[in-house]
């Protein structure tokens, strides 16, 4: 079956750093868009960043310049590399693929 856990966040203060990772198995993951979602308190799910097969990348607006998504298919793996992180950004990240979910990773930023 497909699993695919993240690993990585954590509290961490405004400007700070942190970087996600997702391991995945069940799937051949070459062949896969990955993408990174996340969802506050009160708010709904939203996509944040996703990496085509081809390595094309998508970010929403309010990420930018910030976020970093990338894929090692060797590893079999996701990664989001977050920097200048801001309160707002505070939310669970789930890693995604097709129809499936990781457990999702808690990001806090403290301002």
């Known amino acids: 079956q497909v699993q695919l856990v993240e690993s990585g966040g954590g509290l961490v203060q405004a400007g700070g750093s942190l970087r996600l990772s997702c391991a995945a198995s069940?799937?051949?993951?070459?062949?896969?868009?990955m993408a990174w979602h996340r969802q506050a308190p009160g708010k709904q799910r939203e996509l944040v960043a996703s990496?085509?097969?081809?390595?094309?990348?998508y970010y929403v607006d309010s990420v930018k310049g910030r976020f970093t998504i990338s894929r090692d298919n060797a590893k079999v793996a996701v990664y989001l590399q977050m920097n200048s992180l801001k309160p707002e950004d505070t939310a669970v990240y789930y890693c995604?693929?097709?129809?499936?979910w990781g457990q999702g990773t808690q990001v806090t930023v403290s301002s």
């Open positions: 995604a693929v097709m129809k499936y």
């Open positions: 069940g799937i051949i993951f070459s062949l896969h868009t």
């Open positions: 990496i085509t097969r081809g390595g094309n990348t």
